[in-house]
Structure formats: structure tokens, C-alpha cells
């Protein structure tokens, strides 16, 4: 959101105040412990007549964690706030404040904070000794607006405007400094470019497709090439300008009297993500048959049990292994949706259909969303129990968007949450095995919640309570690490309830590679294990496209074809999409006793599976704009290809590399340029790697020890160890003389 008019001039309907210089500095006791408060008037006090009539910003700087300060900025502190997110790391850390002559110091190990005493105002950070950004002069700010005037004055953008995002009268911003070649990176799973610098982006989640500036899954997180991250502890509207409005600084602004964000120290991006999810919570372990292939009968298709059986059947007699099969909105009757009842007129027999799926050893997922249609026999129920969202003048919150006078479940409310977990209890009971767990992004805020909420914090952190009430009855089901979501909208934390996938993408190759960006940001966002619908949702994508993002597809955490109007089933595309099909699931399935390895490995680090290259190699400076490739785990360099001609530019970083698919080892340090058939992609290992290489190739989830094969690759010295866990369990290490490679 841009206040300023150029850098002398506010626009329009603007009034600003500003931390002008730190009046008084005090150390304190606060939740998370000592810590220091500091008095910021907002004009330098040169009289004592200067202290009459006059904004104060109160900043408080205390730590939750080792390597985390939180900053809080009050206009007055009795106002109603937002509050914040869940915040399972939170706690009493050990840092120590002291005041000094020299001004005051917060120090919480490899993070410190500094501020200076007077004028002007200066908070600076600093990790592991070095300045990493600051907040200066004109940084800490309260505005107000004239919400008329503030649209027509571009104040609030006409994108907010028309997303329903409200306009308010007060803001409270900050602007913490951008070094010279400083990149920013996260905010969600956003597709537009990787590298956040020069975009405006709001935090407000939208059902927008993947060819937006909307996003399912906005996260106020955003991490720096320069060795921290910051994430803004404010679930409502979060608006940013990212060296946009002042191209030297990443500005952040909430509604209201109030502004409270973490500083966490890299220096790292790893680091950073590390005692980022850490704070905000990491993700469960997820089961090995998630990770095999999911089919789906796609959204608006027509199909009964003997349609399922087809395709199943089809995809086993031509060796295609699958794990999961998906029924999308349509096992319920239309209009009706949710009630959580199959449609009787297409499937008379549910029951005996999930046993039979199960004697075909697939697990069963089924669609649902939080909105209960007005011909559902739940929207009664539900509204004279209270269950259902109220508009402030007690009436059913009612809309004809998606599905007809479509009421919205109240997970605020305890009882509404139950009685909703109640009819998926139902569903588990009679063999469903996890839910996809679509929508949650339209949420009003015209309306009342039964706890109070305010309706604009509310709207990003509705997916966290939905999502966290079906994720719930898996787990209490299913136990832990055999419960698993398909997931679409998220917020900060969201990625404790895993999995998440893209959203709806078109069939085309311009859309496969914003969708890789949009993973690639929400792996920078702390989300660890993510999907994306294979051969593009919206449209039906030609052979080429289909084989190019089937390749794409299973080389990732998890991997599902799913499509709108038509099937995604490879033979209604070609014969080589078969035969590539076949290859690349083979390679997953061969590839588990590693990725399983690796996701085991992101419960305990919060480090994702798809990593994109500034991830894995911050240090390499050609890495930062990469995004049309991206590390699978720690070993694996992926490149899909983005062309019919199968033409693809790719960049090696330093090092041995060789080619997993055709064995070619070649010398990193620059870009390449490859053209490959349908059945092929740069697909690279990194130089002494030792891959666990399992023995199956018809299921995700066996036993990784028996028949495994270590694969040395070349670029190593010495002996190589690499962990692997089976799916039982049981976990062994391994070694191996990385100077006899087996490639």
C-alpha cells in the first residue's frame, strides 16, 4: 500500500507520523522475557512544550527464541488489535538487555538488535556480528486516510479494492532497509517472479487461478538474500512494498493502532527457515503411500464406479502404479454441496466401493469444503444450531457463488468444528482415507464470528482453523504420520498440516512454469511438501504439455493428475504419454528410500523437499533469479522443460554433476543448454553423492532396505554416509568410498 507521493510528498487523503527519534530507552520484562522499550515521539523534543500534543510510538523489542527479536509499534495501546498467529516456539528465551550512554542493546545470540539514542530514529540488526538491515528515518510510521479519498488517490489499489479488501482510516507501517544487490524472496505461494523486489504484494488470500497476482496461500514471511527473515505477526491484511514505493527499503502495513513483526537471523536462508519453523511450527511426518502417484477423476467429467475401475484397472495392466484415488466434487450430489453424502444415483454402493478399492491396496481421497450449500439437508442443521456464519444483524451469511445460498461453517465456534469433524468421522469410518480440502479463500468480512474475531483477521486464518479441524480427525484416526491433506489455501503455520498443492493452473506451458514459481515461493515460505495438478487444471493440454508435466510432476513430493472438464488418464493422449508415465513413476517409486529420507528430514529442519537453487547454493550469485529449476532434497538438480521442441537452458553450479538418466557426468560452473525427447529431462546428481536407490518400482511404500543399491557418484573423496528409514521405522546408515563410484 503506497502512502507517499515521491520522497518528499504524501498522496491525497495521506497524513503520516513518524518515529522521529528514541526519546527514551528502557529495558523491561515482557512474555518472552527482558527486554527494551523505547518512547519514539514523533517530532524531535527540543522544549518541554514539544512534548504536549504529540503522537508517540511506543517500540518494544523482546525474544521469543534464540536468533528471534519481536518488535511491536504502538499508536495506542488500548485500541483493539488483530492479534496473531499460533506460535508453538514461542517462549521465555534468554536474551539480555542492557542500556548504555550509547543507547540500547537486545542481544538473542546470532541476533542483535541496536538503538541509538535521540535523533534521528535507528534500530539496527545484526547476525553474527554483521548489519544486516535496519529501520530508519521515516521507517516506523502512523497514518491516517480518508478512506474516500484514499481509492481514488491509489492509496488502497484498485486490486484491493475490488478483492474486498477493506479500507481503513489508521495504518501503522514499517520500512526496514534494502542493501545494494539485497534480494527478497516468499510471501506465500505467489507465480509471478521469484525474486519479490519491485512488486506490491498483498496478503490477503483469493481464489485467483495461478495466472494472478492473487494467492491461495499468503504467508507475511519474506526472507533476504542478505541473512535474515522477517514475518509480520498480523493474520489480517498485510500490504508490502518490496523496494517499490521506496525502492531502498521492503515497507510492511496493517489496519489499525498496532504493528508487531520478528526479525530471524540466517545467516543462511537455511537458518533462516530452520528457526522460522521452528517458531511457527514444522510439519508431521506424512505417510510413503502419499508420495506414489494420486488419480483423479478429474472436477466436471462424468464417471460412477465402473468409469474408477476402468481407469484403475487400465493403469495396473499397463504397469502404472497408483496409491491414492481421488474423487473430485462430484461423488456428492450437485447443489448439495457439502453434505458428506455420496451421490446414491451414481454410487448406490459406497461402502462395498471403498472395500473394493482397498482390495486393489489404493487408498480413497475425497473433495470437501468448508460451505454448506442451501439444499444440503447440513445448511438446516447447521443453521439452527448456530454453526453457520452470521451477518452482523443475526442472519445466515448466504451467498450463490460456487454453490446456491451456500452458508460458511464457524470453525471459530467449538461446536460448529465438532459437528463438522462429525460427518467426516463418518467418512473415515466407512474407508476414506484423507481429504482434499479445497477452497477456504472466500471469506467475507461483513459478517460476525462466534468468538468475536475480527472479520478481517479472520479471512487469511479461516484455512488454519478448517484445515486444522479435518487434519485433526486424520490424525486421531489414522494416528500420527498416517494422516495427510491435499490442501489448497494456507497462511503462516499452515505448513504443520501438509499436503498443499498449486491450485487451478491451465494446460499450457506457460502456466507449468508459474506454477514451479509458485512452489518455489511457497518452499521459501516454510511449506515443505507441496503438488500441483500434472498436465494443468483448467483446459484439457495437448500430448506434449501433458508428457513435459508428467515428467515435472513425479519428480516432487507428491504427484497427482487432476483436470476439470476432461480425464487425466495417460492413454487418452498418446501412447509415449504411457510409456513416459511408466518411466517417471518407476523413478519415483526407486527414488523413496531418498525423498522419504528427505521428508523425514523436513520434519525435523523445516528444510523443503523442492528447494529452489538459492536455497541449496546461497553462496553461488548466479542462483538468485533461478526459477525454472529447483533441488530435489540436497542431491537432485531438476530442469523440466518448458517447450514442445524440448529445447531447455539450464544452470550448473559448480562441481561434478551427472546425469541420472543417462549417466553423462559433466563439469558445473556455467548454463547449459540440452534438447530432450518426452521421455527425458536434465535431471542432475550432485558431485559425491551417495543415492539410496530402492528395488521396487510398483509402490511408494515398502521396505528400503531390502534389495537397495547405494550409487556413488563421482566429484567425492573420502567415505559417504546417507541415513535411510523405512516407512516401519526402522532406520539404518549406510556408507560408501565416494572414490569408486558406481555411475
Known sequence: MKFTDGFWQLRPGVD??????????????????????????????????????????????????????????????????????????????????????AGGVLDAGSLVARIAPGAPWNLSFEVDGRRVTGSGHRSQGYVRLSADAAVDAGVVSNTQYDAG?????????EQLELAVGELVYGLGERFGPLVKNGQT????????????????????????????????????????????????????????????????????PKDVLRRYTALTGRPPVVPAWSYGLWLSTSFTTDYDEQTVNS???????????????????????????????????????????????????????????????????????????????????????????????????????????????????ALVDQGVDCFKTDFGERIPTDVEWADGSDPERMHNLYTQLYNRAVHDVLVEARGEGDAVLFARSATAGGQSMPVHWGGDSTSTYVSMAETLRGGLSLALSGFAFWSHDIGGFEGTPDAGVFKRWTAFGLLGSHSRFHGSSSYRVPWAFDEEAVEVTRRFTHLKMRLMPYLYQQGLDAVET??????????????????????????????????????????????????????????????????????????????????????????????????????????????????????????????????????????
Open 606 to 743: 523445516g528444510i523443503p523437499l523442492m528447494r529452489p537453487m538459492v536455497l541449496e547454493f546461497p553462496d553461488d550469485p548466479a542462483t538468485g533469479y533461478l526459477d525454472r529449476q529447483y533441488m530435489l532434497g540436497s542431491s537432485l538438480l531438476v530442469a523440466p522443460v518448458f517447450s514442445a521442441g524440448g529445447d531447455v537452458e539450464f544452470y550448473l553450479p559448480a562441481g561434478e554433476w551427472t546425469s541420472l538418466l543417462s549417466g553423462e557426468t559433466v563439469t558445473g560452473g556455467g548454463w547449459r543448454r540440452e534438447t530432450h525427447g518426452f521421455d527425458s529431462l536434465p535431471l542432475y546428481v550432485r558431485a559425491g553423492t551417495l543415492l539410496p536407490w530402492g528395488a521396487r518400482t510398483d509402490r511408494p511404500d515398502y521396505d528400503y532396505h531390502e534389495g537397495l543399491v547405494l550409487r556413488v557418484f563421482p566429484g567425492g573423496s573420502g567415505d559417504a554416509s546417507v541415513v535411510v528409514s523405512s516407512p516401519d521405522g526402522v532406520a539404518r546408515t549406510y556408507t560408501a568410498d565416494l572414490e569408486t563410484p558406481t555411475e
Open 16 to 101: 503520516a507520523l513518524y518515529a522521529q527519534e528514541a526519546y527514551d530507552i528502557d529495558r523491561t520484562t515482557t512474555p518472552d522475557g527482558d527486554g527494551l522499550v523505547i518512547t519514539a515521539p514523533t517530532k524531535v523534543i527540543s522544549g518541554r512544550g514539544d512534548t504536549l500534543n504529540r503522537a508517540v510510538l511506543t517500540t518494544t523489542l523482546s525474544s521469543p527464541a534464540e536468533g528471534v527479536i519481536r518488535v511491536r509499534i504502538v499508536h495506542h495501546e488500548g485500541a483493539v488489535g488483530h492479534g496473531g498467529f499460533d506460535l508453538p516456539g514461542a517462549g521465555s528465551a534468554t536474551a539480555s538487555a542492557s542500556v548504555s550512554d
Open 311 to 425: 481407469f484403475i484397472d487400465e493403469m495396473a495392466a499397463r504397469e502404472l502404479p497408483v496409491s491414492v484415488f481421488h474423487f473430485d466434487c462430484f461423488w456428492m450430489r450437485e447443489f448439495n454441496w457439502s453434505d458428506f453424502e455420496w451421490d446414491s444415483r451414481v454410487f448406490p454402493d459406497p461402502d462395498g466401493m471403498l472395500a473394493r478399492l482397498h482390495d486393489k491396496d489404493l487408498r480413497v481421497c475425497v473433495w470437501i469444503n468448508p460451505y454448506i450449500a442451501q439444499r444440503s439437508a447440513l445448511f438446516r442443521e447447521g443453521a439452527d444450531l448456530g454453526y453457520l456464519v452470521t451477518r452482523p444483524d443475526g442472519s445466515v451469511w448466504q451467498w450463490d457463488q460456487w454453490q446456491s445460498g451456500m452458508g460458511l461453517v464457524d470453525f471459530t465456534n467449538p461446536d460448529a468444528t465438532a459437528w463438522y469433524q462429525s460427518k467426516l468421522r
Open 165 to 173: 479488501i477493506p479500507a481503513a482510516s489508521t495504518y501503522v507501517h
Open 201 to 268: 504484494v498483498d496478503i490477503w488470500n483469493a481464489d485467483g487461478g495461478t495466472s494472478s497476482e492473487q494467492a491461495y496461500k499468503s504467508v507475511p514471511f519474506h526472507v533476504s538474500s542478505h541473512g535474515y527473515g522477517v514475518l509480520v505477526n498480523d493474520p489480517g491484511h498485510v500490504s508490502y512494498e518490496l523496494g517499490s514505493e521506496a525502492v531502498e527499503r521492503v515497507q510492511f502495513s496493517v489496519t489499525g493502532e498496532a504493528l508487531e513483526y520478528f526479525v530471524i537471523a540466517g545467516p543462511t
